[in-house]
């Protein structure tokens, strides 16, 4: 069964950084896509990152510039490291994962971590 358990959020002032975890078991990263998501109050979820099972990577255009992702296999973690960080990317932040991620949409992810809070403030 998967597993994951993300980390990592907090307060923070924008201009900032944080770097958020995701740790995993039950499966392989490379077998599956995986990916970070982000719901601010009152929207919907969005995707920040997805990397699909053929190792292909993208992030949103918002955070394309300022956002990096990087795993760690020895200890079955994934990272997001944030910086230049904004009011906008206040919000719960999830790792996933999915089987398959054809369209690299949200409804392909059927595998969630509880979400850890970022709050981005002035």
């Known amino acids: 069964q998967v597993q994951l358990v993300a980390s990592g959020g907090g307060s923070v002032q924008a201009g900032g950084s944080l770097r958020l975890s995701c740790a995993h078991s039950?499966?392989?990263?490379?077998?599956?896509?995986i990916g970070w998501f982000r719901q601010a109050p009152g929207k919907e979820r969005e995707r920040v990152w997805i990397r699909d099972r053929g190792g292909r990577a993208e992030f949103s255009d918002s955070v394309r510039d300022r956002f990096t992702v990087s795993e760690d296999n020895a200890k079955n973690t994934l990272y997001l490291q944030m910086d230049n960080l904004k009011l906008e990317d206040t919000a719960m932040y999830y790792c996933a994962a999915a089987n398959f991620c054809l369209f690299k949409s949200i409804a392909e992810f059927g595998y969630w971590g509880q979400g850890t809070q970022v709050t981005v403030s002035s």
């Open positions: 039950g499966y392989t990263f490379s077998d599956y896509c």
